[in-house]
Each structure stands twice: as structure tokens, then as C-alpha cells.
């Protein structure tokens, strides 16, 4: 069974920074691509960013420029670096991953149980 630890939330100022990681850990083929969603109070969930398993990178453009995601295949690990916080920016973010399941080979996705972000003076 596959499973995804995040951590990294919290409360910061505005213009302040906080790094998100997510760990996946279990049994599985391989990883395809892994990212972050985040979900504010009263909006639906949307993409934050995503890393595939080749290194391309994907942002929604509200945070370009301010958030890097990036990911260490050895450790399953995905990271979402944020800086330049504003206040829009509060939300709970969600880790996603999509990977391989063991002798099937089926393409299985996973979410985390989100970490929440808050950013407030």
C-alpha cells in the first residue's frame, strides 16, 4: 500500500517563505509524475504545480515566479518551495502522485491528507 506524508505547513507572515515535502513510501513500480494542489476555504481545489518523473515542471500562473517545485527520486520525495507568500496564497495543500502499481503495471493516483498553509499578519 502506497502512502503520502506531508509536512512543512504553518503560519507566516506575507512576503515570508515555507518549504512543503511530501514523502511517498510503499511498494510500487514507479513513480510518474508528482505535484501540489491546494484548496481554499469556498473554492475548489486547483494545481499548484507538477514534476514528472523526467523533471518537467508545471505552475499555475499565480504563483510563477514565487514557487519552485522540485523532487529527489531517491527519497520519493517531492518538495514545494514557496516565497513571496501573499495572503491568497492560504489554502490546504494537497500532495498528488501518480505511479505504478507493482506486477500490473496499472497507473494509480494518490493524495495526500493536506497541510494547511496559512499566510496572515
Known amino acids: 500500500q502506497v502512502q503520502l506524508v506531508e509536512s512543512g505547513g504553518g503560519l507566516v507572515q506575507p512576503a515570508g517563505s515555507l518549504r512543503l515535502s511530501c514523502v511517498a513510501s510503499?511498494?510500487?513500480?514507479?513513480?510518474?509524475?508528482m505535484g501540489w494542489y491546494r484548496q481554499a476555504p469556498g473554492k475548489q481545489r486547483e494545481l499548484v504545480a507538477t514534476?514528472?518523473?523526467?523533471?518537467?515542471?508545471n505552475y499555475a500562473d499565480s504563483v510563477k515566479g514565487r514557487f519552485t517545485i522540485s523532487s529527489d527520486s531517491a527519497k520519493n520525495t517531492v518538495y514545494l518551495q514557496m516565497n513571496a507568500l501573499k495572503p491568497e496564497d492560504t489554502a490546504v495543500y494537497y500532495c498528488?502522485?501518480?505511479?505504478?502499481?507493482?506486477?500490473?503495471?496499472?497507473?494509480?493516483?494518490?493524495w495526500g491528507h493536506g497541510t494547511l498553509v496559512t499566510v496572515s499578519s
Open positions: 498528488n502522485v501518480v505511479f505504478r502499481e507493482t506486477v500490473t503495471l496499472r497507473s494509480r493516483e494518490l
Open positions: 510503499g511498494r510500487f513500480a514507479r513513480i510518474n509524475a
Open positions: 514534476i514528472s518523473s523526467g523533471g518537467s515542471t
